[in-house]
């Protein structure tokens, strides 16, 4: 116990000497959302394809320019004209600044399961409507006294509830088209829409769940809130790269959106960091864009973007760094003022050091466990 309670304190240490805690954290996942076109913008040889793209003219218009800078701003405003002046981009693999999954199967359970609880699982649970068997970084701050019934999660795709662990505790997950609670008339609104939408899959349109997010912000304030957004990987899949283009386009103005109330709200204001990352990535070539999982090369390569309070404004980092997603519970605890402890090993926070770069803290030193 001694030498949990040094390490604990080492890493709120090391990571509090360049960053206050925040007070509120939103997180933000884009669903096998590649880096190549957050760092790269649209990808020319997937525009100028029939098989991946309708009009490929208009496409070219709205998306593509010679310029990279350019090119990507085009396509995420917001990241770029925002996030990059005052926040933190990880993973331009271009630039030897690497963001990996850990885990070995690069899909979407394993994926989401390892961001959420810090922790690289061996055992290989598909993406099927199965209980978690970990604890969660979200399970454990909705236990915390300080952070009890002002956790809450809205995601797109329906099994999340499933991978979150919602029925073994009072975290309230709001996932697929479920509706939501509320007596307000936003909350009538946004169930009328979902009853009246004719074909329902497996993953909501991810308006729905933004507006079903950003309705529970206004009404209930709560301190941790997560937000899954999941039509990038569905369209991905269907081969259709000009909707995934569209559908990450729309999630930054989605982004954006939620910033500007964050800043504009006294509760929130200059006290709330934004994280936002993804459960995988995808394959590079015009091959195997659409496609991801432990054979297709590519597939675990992602990224993260940092923005808000404790984060400084950085930009994006070329830094030769590696970081994991199993480091992102951590770091939301960190973040938090808090010490993420559970019966599995965790990843190591990211850092914010004196020259403003990410980076793993105490690298060679063991993971916190809690017995």
Not at 6 to 26: C, D, E, G, M, R
Not at 200 to 219: I, P, S
Not at 277 to 299: I, P, Y
């Amino acid at each position: 116990m001694k030498l949990i309670l040094i390490l604990s304190l080492l890493y709120i240490t090391t990571f509090s000497h360049a960053q206050s805690p925040a007070k509120n954290v939103v997180i933000i996942t884009i669903d096998g959302t590649r880096w190549q076109e957050i760092f790269k913008g649209a990808d020319s040889t997937l525009l100028h394809s029939i098989d991946c793209v309708k009009d490929t003219s208009l496409m070219l218009q709205q998306y593509w320019h010679t310029d990279e800078a350019e090119r990507r701003r085009r396509l995420l405003p917001f990241f770029w004209q925002v996030i990059a002046q005052d926040g933190e981009l990880l993973g331009n693999r271009a630039l030897g600044n690497n963001v990996n999954v850990a885990n070995l199967y690069k899909i979407s359970y394993p994926g989401y399961s390892e961001i959420f609880t810090g922790y690289a699982d061996k055992l290989f649970i598909p993406n099927l409507a199965v209980n978690n068997p970990r604890m969660n970084i979200l399970q454990w701050l909705n236990n915390h006294p300080e952070y009890h019934g002002k956790v809450a999660a809205f995601c797109s795709w329906r099994v999340f509830p499933f991978i979150l662990n919602e029925k073994n505790g009072e975290l309230p997950v709001n996932a697929g088209y479920e509706s939501v609670d509320g007596i307000d008339s936003t909350s009538d609104v946004i169930n009328d829409v979902q009853n009246g939408i004719f074909e329902k899959n497996n993953t909501r349109h991810d308006m729905l769940t933004f507006e079903c997010a950003k309705n529970y912000l206004v009404q209930h304030h709560p301190r941790v809130l997560y937000i899954g957004f999941g039509e990038t990987d569905e369209f991905a899949h269907h081969h259709q790269y000009d909707t995934y283009l569209q559908k990450i386009h729309q999630a930054d103005a989605m982004i954006a959106e939620l910033w500007y109330y964050l800043q504009t709200d006294s509760y929130y204001k200059n006290n709330t960091t934004v994280i936002i990352t993804t459960d995988h990535g995808r394959g590079g070539k015009k091959s195997n864009w659409n496609a991801h999982g432990f054979w297709v090369k590519g597939s675990g390569q992602t990224w993260m973007a940092l923005l808000g309070s404790g984060i400084p404004a950085a930009g994006e980092s070329n830094k030769n760094n590696q970081a994991y997603q199993k480091q992102l519970a951590a770091t939301v605890a960190t973040l938090l003022g808090v010490q993420f402890t559970t019966k599995h090993h965790i990843g190591k926070p990211l850092a914010v050091d004196s020259a403003k770069e990410i980076k793993t803290v105490c690298a060679n030193s063991p993971a916190i466990v809690s017995r």
